[in-house]
């Protein structure tokens, strides 16, 4: 662990010296320290719960440390004032962007602070216009200030939010997982408008569970552990290896976990020429029981779209399912589910979870019918027990299966709607980006929980735009792109840097169909 | 980690189910309860009559219909939607009980008739808006006036009146010293708390309400559950349609115009969130039971109708601030 180096603290444009924070009895924070140097990228990783999001916000100005100083410029300041002197200095970009989408790129940027002309009620279109032009042109991004927000794609609606920060001269700004939604090129192509940034003296916080972008990315990293901060490094000389061990405690070998998979099992669902009118554009497979079949594809390639129309919601959709040698009629969810279909959705949040509703709840809405007695009422005692051995199951930690949902962790979260899923004894299972916005401990532990899953019988299609996952997850990878699916990998044949090649050269070449 | 009471959640876990119940009161969750409460007992400190048995009894009875109504309409408010044709529904019921009357049939099949009536129109306008994904507010904006108008041009303006004298005892009768109408309340409340706690119905109601788009990823559709509370509604309005005849031994065309406004007042009084899958039919029992309380203090104190009005109106704003500060607190 490198120690940081001692420096003028006059020079430090953010600080927070030894703050303390928590909820209802719950310690989020634990005597942490941090600084924001000029011209800096600090990465800013750790495990859900070992309060990221509290720093943050504190950082803001959106919290009160319960003890600690926060600093800027060497001087101390008072939590209150801090959001208004924030206000100039510094813009956070959070993982589901803040724009308008029927707004164009111009008015987003100037939303709240529209130039005005004569006795200022009239928008002065014209400055607002050209003053757009120049922050786009300096950042170098090619979109015109008229154009629709809505209309952008993810990476596009970031600049946006850059440029909105550039416009009004921000020093410094929050990245909340900027990269979750972007192509291996967006990727780059962010780095470099991150460089562009810092040479003209802005100052990133960058929180990533990306622990390689991370490296690549940041100056220094500061990994936090259970609330308490437990190293502030420089970049260069750390590894994934590490960052993780200080994470989570202890190593995680990638290249070790790998699915092996079984031979001679019976297929157990067939999709022939899938389409449906968003987006996908002919997508045959099959499935064998006890499989684990990974999609892999940007976002818009149509793994999402492709596994709605299985499950029954994609619109327009044509094409023939067959599950176990009986083919589906017009599949509905109804049907989906009958025919023991499972989907676990991408955004838990908005499609996934009922985050108000107990965690007991949560777990049992598909499968609530093998809990009703003769009158047709749930008996909770049978609820209470299935609970209990799904908990225990999936290592779902809960103080209480009574509480909301909300209250428990991302990865936890997520292991609930699995729990859901498992309670049903699903035939076929689709997971789209299991692990989003997941720690490194508890994807592991998702992971290690699919393929158990998978090897008590049930067929798995997850979708992921993270490669890496679905190395350690499946046996087959469909490489999709454009609705289409485009190759075929067996991952027993190559190693992970491998695969990332030929995948990469798979996307970059379309017209070199595989299998 | 720390031992976690979350309180604030509503669920604390330690302590017995009362101090519990006083915890939920006392944070709100249960809306305005303690303050109408307080009322209610300046109320009792003026006027002590104000809690005799007689005065209890005829609060209750006159909180009936608001009762039954509100079992409706907590279920539907409960999956993120409003019903603001239960007056009309009750009205149109009520009329199409007494016609039955005078047509000759028991007090129970008149009753069957303004029941059935009631579900039909709630069904119809239910499964209109689950078909066609339209709001319900707006679907039942429309409808009070389509089943308000009807009722008029059918009747041309004209009630109902000259029943038999025995028709009355659904309404005005007692069973075991309690008023028919509050034994009609308590056996809706219970219909109500069985079907929203303990079935599955119940849960997907819960479910929808909380996060429409998750539902339907569980089976849940729209169609079903609209169709499902609004004709659920219609079935309370219907019961109160009756039970409105049967008191007033008429049938009357220009009643129920201010019990939607009371009945969502009640069951947000009570604590359940309007956006859905907050709350339930416990806090709207007390909700009605406190409303009805004080819209009897106020009539003692010869409060005028019409201020009675402005009075709800400001309560249902003042809950759904307090529900403001609740849920900010809870960030």
């Known amino acids: 662990m490198s120690e940081e180096v001692a420096i003028d603290s006059r020079l430090n444009l953010l600080e927070v010296s030894n703050v303390s924070k928590s909820f209802s009895g719950v310690q989020a924070l634990k005597g942490v320290s941090f600084d924001l140097k000029p011209s800096e990228v600090h990465g800013l990783v750790g495990e859900n719960g070992a309060g990221k999001s509290t720093l943050i916000n504190i950082l803001a100005g959106n919290l009160r440390p319960d003890t600690g100083e926060i600093i800027m410029h060497g001087k101390p300041v008072d939590y209150r004032r801090l959001k208004g002197i924030l206000a100039k200095e510094l813009s956070v970009i959070y993982q589901d962007l803040s724009l308008c989408p029927d707004l164009s790129v111009a008015e987003n940027i100037f939303l709240g602070a529209m130039p005005t002309k004569g006795s200022a009620l009239f928008i002065d279109n014209r400055a607002m216009l050209e003053n757009t032009n120049q922050v786009l042109t300096e950042l170098g991004v090619p979109l015109r200030p008229d154009d629709l927000v809505g209309r952008l794609s993810a990476s596009e609606k970031q600049l946006v939010e850059i440029a909105r920060a550039m416009c009004f001269q921000k020093k410094i700004l929050f990245m909340d997982e900027p990269t979750s939604a972007l192509s291996k090129k967006e990727i780059l192509k962010l780095e470099e408008m991150m460089d562009h940034l810092r040479a003209r003296g802005v100052s990133i916080v960058f929180i990533s569970h990306k622990l390689d972008e991370v490296m690549d990315i940041c100056n220094r990293i500061t990994v936090l552990k259970d609330g308490e901060r437990v190293a502030c490094m420089d970049a260069k000389g750390s590894s994934i290896a590490q960052l993780s061990r200080l994470m989570v405690g202890r190593i995680i070998d990638e290249e070790k976990i790998k699915r092996v998979s079984k031979n001679m099992r019976e297929t157990i669902m067939r999709l022939e020429d899938i389409r449906s009118t968003d987006r996908v554009q002919g997508v045959s497979l099959e499935l064998k029981r006890g499989e684990i079949l990974g999609l892999y594809g940007f976002v818009g390639a149509g793994k999402t779209e492709l596994m709605e129309a299985v499950f029954g919601m994609g619109k327009g959709y044509t094409g023939k399912i067959t599950v176990e040698g009986r083919e589906i009629g017009k599949s509905n969810v109804k049907k989906a589910l009958a025919n023991g279909i499972g989907l676990v959705t991408e955004d838990r949040k908005k499609s996934g979870i009922f985050s108000i509703r107990p965690i007991f709840e949560n777990m049992t809405y598909i499968a609530i019918r093998k809990l009703l007695n003769i009158m047709g009422f749930v008996e909770k005692k049978k609820e209470r027990a299935m609970v209990d051995e799904l908990a225990k199951k999936l290592h779902i930690k809960m103080p209480a299966p009574s509480n909301e949902v909300r209250s428990l962790s991302g990865g936890n979260q997520q292991k609930v709607l699995i729990a859901r899923w498992l309670a049903a004894n699903p035939k076929i299972l689709m997971l789209d980006e299991p692990t989003v916005g997941i720690d490194v401990g508890s994807k592991y532990e998702i992971y290690k929980l699919v393929s158990e899953l998978a090897d008590s019988g049930i067929g798995i299609i997850c979708a992921s735009s993270e490669l890496k996952e679905l190395y350690h997850l499946a046996e087959r990878i469909l490489v999709m792109s454009k609705g289409k699916v485009i190759k075929e990998f067996r991952i027993e044949e190559y190693s992970m840097s491998q695969l990332l090649e030929s995948v990469s050269s798979a996307l970059e070449n379309p017209a070199d169909k595989g299998n | ?331």
Request: aromatic share 10%; hydrophobic share 50%; glycine share 12%.
């Open chain 2, 1 to 331: 980690m720390g031992e976690v009471t979350n309180v604030e959640l509503g669920v604390a876990t330690t302590g017995s189910k009362l101090i519990r119940l006083i915890k939920r009161i006392g944070t709100g969750e249960f809306g305005l309860v303690f303050i109408l409460f307080a009322v209610n007992l300046v109320f009792f400190i003026l006027n002590p009559a104000f809690l005799s048995q007689e005065n209890l009894i005829n609060t209750l009875r006159s909180t009936a219909i608001l009762g039954i109504i509100s079992c409706g309409m907590v279920v539907v408010i409960l999956t993120g939607n409003i019903d603001l044709s239960v007056g009309s529904i009750a009205a149109f019921a009520g009329v199409a009980t007494a016609l039955a009357v005078k047509q000759g049939a028991s007090d129970i099949l008149a009753a069957c008739v303004g029941i059935i009536v009631g579900t039909v129109i709630g069904f119809f306008f239910g499964l209109t808006s689950g078909l066609f994904k339209l709001p319900t507010l707006l679907v039942t904006l429309g409808s009070q006036y389509i089943v308000r108008g009807a009722l008029y041009q059918i009747r041309d303006g004209h009630p109902v009146t000259d029943l038999r004298a025995s028709f009355s005892f659904i309404g005005n009768g007692y069973f075991l010293n309690v008023p028919i109408p509050v034994f009609i309340m308590a056996i809706m409340f219970i219909i109500t708390w069985v079907v929203l706690s303990k079935t599955v119905i119940g849960r997907k109601i819960y479910a929808f309400g909380t996060n429409q788009q998750a539902a339907r990823y569980c089976g849940i559709t729209q169609t079903s559950i609209k169709t499902l509370v609004l004709t659920f509604s219609g079935f309370c309005s219907g019961i109160a349609g009756v039970v409105f005849s049967s008191r007033l031994m008429s049938g009357q065309l220009n009643i129920a115009t201010d019990i939607n406004l009371q009945s969502i007042a009640a069951v947000v009084i009570g604590g359940t969130s309007l956006a859905g899958g907050k709350g339930g039919i416990v806090g709207t029992i007390i909700g009605v039971i406190m409303f009805g309380f004080l819209r009897n203090g106020l009539n003692v104190v010869r409060v005028s109708a019409y201020w009675q009005m402005v009075l709800t109106g400001a309560i249902i704003i003042g809950v759904l601030i307090l529900n403001h500060y609740r849920e900010s607190k809870e960030e």
